[in-house]
C-alpha cells in the first residue's frame, strides 16, 4: 500500500512562506502524477499545484507566481513552496499520486481529484494577522 505523508503546515501571517514537504512511500511505475490539493472549511477540494514524471507543472490560477512545486526522486519527496501567502490560502493541504497517469491526464488532474488515487492525511495550513 502506497503511502503519503505530509508536514510543513502551520500558522502564517499574509505575505508570509511555508513549505510544505510530502514522502511517498514507494513508486509503483515510473510514469505518475504527484499534486498538491486543499480543502478549506466548507469548501469543496480543489487542486493547487501538480507535477508528472516528465517535469511538466501546472497550477489553479489563484496560486499562479506564488507557490511552486518541486520534487526530489532521491528522496521521495514533494515539495510546496508557498511564497506571498493570503488569507484565501488557509486550508488543509494534501498531496497525492497517481501511476500510470502522466501529461494531459495529469494537467487535467488538478481541475479533478477525483483523477489521484492515494492521499495522505493532510497537513493544515493557516494564514491569519
Known amino acids: 500500500q502506497v503511502q503519503l505523508v505530509e508536514s510543513g503546515g502551520g500558522s502564517e501571517q499574509p505575505g508570509g512562506s511555508l513549505r510544505l514537504s510530502c514522502v511517498i512511500s514507494?513508486?509503483?511505475?515510473?510514469?505518475?502524477?504527484l499534486g498538491w490539493f486543499r480543502q478549506g472549511t466548507g469548501k469543496e477540494r480543489e487542486g493547487v499545484a501538480v507535477?508528472?514524471?516528465?517535469?511538466?507543472?501546472n497550477y489553479a490560477d489563484s496560486v499562479k507566481g506564488r507557490f511552486t512545486i518541486s520534487e526530489d526522486n532521491a528522496k521521495n519527496a514533494l515539495y510546496l513552496q508557498m511564497n506571498s501567502l493570503k488569507r484565501e490560502d488557509s486550508a488543509t493541504y494534501y498531496c497525492?499520486?497517481?501511476?500510470?497517469?502522466?501529461?494531459?491526464?495529469?494537467?487535467?488532474?488538478?481541475?479533478?481529484?477525483?483523477?489521484?488515487?492515494?492521499w495522505g492525511k493532510g497537513t493544515l495550513v493557516s494564514v491569519s494577522s
Open positions: 507535477i508528472d514524471s516528465d517535469g511538466t507543472t
Open positions: 514507494e513508486y509503483t511505475n515510473s510514469e505518475y502524477c
Open positions: 497525492a499520486v497517481v501511476f500510470g497517469g502522466a501529461g494531459d491526464y495529469c494537467s487535467r488532474a488538478l481541475f479533478a481529484y477525483q483523477r489521484m488515487y492515494y
